[in-house]
C-alpha cells in the first residue's frame, strides 16, 4: 500500500486530501509513518525502523499497523 500522491503531509501531522477537501491530524508516530510512506519505504521498513526507536512489543505494533492503514484505506489516502 502507498500513500496517493496527492495527499498533503507535514512533519507536524497535518494531512489534507485535496481530492475530498477533507484534513486530518496525527500524533507524532503517526506523522513519522505517512512522511516514511511518502518517501517510497515499505511496510517492513517503516516497522523495522520504529522497532528499533521505540519500545514496543511487536505484536502491539503488528495490530496498531492494521488499524492505522485500515484508517487511512477508509479516509481514501491509500493507493493499493
Not at 11 to 37: H, W
Not at 43 to 63: A, F, H, P
Amino acid at each position: 500500500m502507498k500513500l496517493k500522491k496527492n495527499i498533503a503531509t507535514s512533519e507536524s501531522g497535518f494531512v489534507f486530501n485535496p481530492s475530498s477537501g477533507d484534513s486530518f491530524s496525527l500524533n507524532s508516530i503517526g506523522a513519522e509513518i505517512l512522511l516514511q510512506m511518502k518517501e517510497n519505504k515499505s511496510s517492513e521498513e517503516i516497522k523495522k525502523d520504529i522497532l528499533n526507536r521505540y519500545e514496543v512489543d511487536k505484536g502491539l505494533l503488528e495490530r496498531d499497523w492494521d488499524d492505522f492503514m485500515a484508517q487511512l484505506r477508509d479516509n481514501n489516502l491509500l493507493d493499493f
